[in-house]
Nanobody, 115 residues
Framework: QVHLVESGGGLVQAGESLRLSCAAS????????MGWYRQAPGKSRELVAL???????NYEDSVKGRFTISRDNAENTVSLQMHLLKPEDTAVYYC?????????WGQGTQVTVSS
């Protein structure tokens, strides 16, 4: 059974930083591209950043230059370092494979950025 457990969210002020982590189990982690997704209130879930099994990354335009995704295949973790946070980054953040699998969604971690 696959478990993806996100952590690291919180309440910060605009301009501050947070680092999110996701611990994966039940999958051959190193074989999978992984993504960070977010869902803001009243909006659809969107892909924020992805990292391939080989370490190539891609980012949604609004976070380019501010967010960095990384992975540790030895620890089965994927992280999202977020700098210069904006109120519009407020959302629940989730990790999942890329493409995502519906059965893999976890509880997510709330990020709230105050202005």
């Amino acid at each position: 059974q696959v478990h993806l457990v996100e952590s690291g969210g919180g309440l910060v002020q605009a301009g501050e930083s947070l680092r999110l982590s996701c611990a994966a189990s039940g999958i051959i982690f190193s074989n999978n591209a992984m993504g960070w997704y977010r869902q803001a209130p009243g909006k659809s879930r969107e892909l924020v950043a992805l990292i391939t099994s080989g370490g190539r990354t891609n980012y949604e335009d609004s976070v380019k230059g501010r967010f960095t995704i990384s992975r540790d295949n030895a620890e089965n973790t994927v992280s999202l370092q977020m700098h210069l946070l904006k109120p519009e980054d407020t959302a629940v953040y989730y990790c999942n494979t890329f493409p995502s699998q519906n059965v893999y969604w976890g509880q997510g971690t709330q990020v709230t950025v105050s202005s």
